[in-house]
């Protein structure tokens, strides 16, 4: 394929979405409430979660990691893939501490990153709240939030998206700057390259469906889970909630790099995954690893 390690060359893949450090402990059900979260989510914090990281702190011990969903996938691409810098990824974070821990983490991954930097914001987090094989996601996105396209258009930032082959964006990015993923997105199909995203969450197919469907006719590749393609189904009006019918009117939608069919992946937990292409549906067996 085009990610193959014999071909793989220095930023042949690049990702957009938000940079956040992720603040993990294990909480009980109680705490959950507290903060009126559900135990298999993923939301924008608002003002009753401001004080939740001071108390995981306080409460729990607590884990620090790299994340935002989009650059853990470009991570695990690039050590997929082990050419260094095959991968590159972009989007804000703040000047501070949490922003040199996630430079530092990704950097140290092999990932060619290229922040904009907000100089008052600060680095954003994610609290993940884990409890049982649950786990809940309040975002606060802070810079994240403050990507914006005059840092693409800046010839030596565009350079990124010109090198690369495959271009993925995860979905919460239509949030913060979608006329930067509506530009990328023309690019990709205007060169034939490979331009893929993610529903990323209910919530944003919900809320954000303009944007989203906006999006969609540049998209080649559509990641989601069974949750996401359900609430994608239902505001688009699909009048099914049969996951396979929904996965072949996804990959059916208008789009417009007619060279490329769409192709729609959606994952079910355990169960099987469902990828739709040209009017079939495959399903691939999911293969149960123990836990390391």
Not at 128 to 133: Q, S
Not at 142 to 168: F, L, Q, T
Request: charged share 20%; hydrophobic share 40%.
């Amino acid at each position: 394929g085009t990610l193959s390690r014999k071909m793989a060359t220095e930023g042949i893949l690049f990702g957009m979405g938000n940079p956040l450090l992720d603040i993990s402990a294990t909480v009980e059900e109680e705490f959950l409430q507290k903060y009126d979260l559900k135990p298999d989510n993923a939301i924008l914090g608002d003002e009753k979660h401001q004080s939740l990281n001071e108390t995981m702190v306080k409460q729990f011990p607590v884990d620090y990691i790299a994340g935002g969903a989009t650059q853990n996938s470009i991570r695990v691409a690039q050590w997929l893939i082990g050419t260094p810098k095959a991968a590159a990824y972009t989007g804000c974070i703040g000047r501070d501490e949490f922003g040199r821990q996630l430079t530092e983490k990704a950097q140290g991954d092999g990932v060619a990153v290229n922040y904009m930097i907000h100089q008052s914001l600060p680095t954003g987090t994610c609290s993940v709240l884990i409890t049982g094989k649950n786990r809940s996601l309040v975002a606060n996105l802070c810079a994240a939030n403050c990507y914006s396209i005059e840092h693409i258009n800046k010839p030596e930032n565009w350079a990124y998206v010109d090198r690369a082959k495959v271009v993925y964006i995860g979905g919460f990015f239509l949030i913060v700057s979608p006329e930067t993923v509506y530009k990328v997105g023309t690019h990709c199909a205007d060169a034939n390259k490979i331009f893929s995203m993610n529903l990323s969450a209910p919530y944003l197919c919900q809320a954000f469906k303009d944007r989203l469907i906006k999006a969609f006719p540049f998209i080649d590749y559509i990641f989601g889970n069974e949750s996401e393609a359900a609430a994608f189904a239902k505001e688009q009006n699909f009048e099914t909630e049969n996951l396979e019918e929904v996965a072949l009117k996804m990959a059916a939608l208008p789009k417009v790099n007619a060279k490329r069919s769409r192709i729609v992946i959606i994952t079910q937990g355990k169960d099987s995954i469902i990828v739709a292409k040209d009017g079939k549906v495959e399903l691939f067996p999911v293969q149960i690893g123990r836990a390391v």
